[in-house]
């Protein structure tokens, strides 16, 4: 099993930047795949980015493309994203994800432990 706790969230007006973190128990996750998704007020749960442990291109939805980025540190069991251009509508709280599989999926159900989530506002 995998633990997640994910911190960094905050206020940040539009066009800033903010960086979340999402340190993961364990120290062998090199098959891992970890995954951030959000919930705004009201919405939903989607999808944001992914990545494997192990390397390899990231993906993710079209709405934060150019904007986030994605990335692992695997010596300290941590992924991170990194959120730039901040719109209003990515206000939401965001959620740290691994999946025991090596596939990439923007499906929630794909993956198997959740994070209690980081409240990202974004004002305008």
Request: aromatic letters at 10%; glycine letters at 12%; proline letters at 2%.
């Amino acid at each position: 099993q995998v633990q997640l706790v994910e911190s960094g969230g905050g206020l940040v007006q539009a066009g800033g930047s903010l960086r979340l973190s999402c340190a993961a128990s364990g120290r062998t996750l090199k098959n891992y795949v970890m995954a951030w998704f959000r919930q705004a007020p009201g919405k939903e749960r989607g999808f944001v980015a992914t990545i494997s442990w192990s390397g390899g291109a990231p993906r993710y939805a079209d709405s934060v493309k150019g904007r986030f980025t994605i990335s692992t540190r695997n010596a300290e069991n941590t992924v991170f994203l990194e959120m730039n251009s901040l719109k209003p509508e990515d206000t939401a709280v965001y959620y740290c994800a691994a999946s025991s599989g090596a596939l990439l999926t923007a499906r929630e159900a794909g993956y198997d432990y959740w994070g209690q989530g980081t409240q990202v506002t974004v004002s305008s």
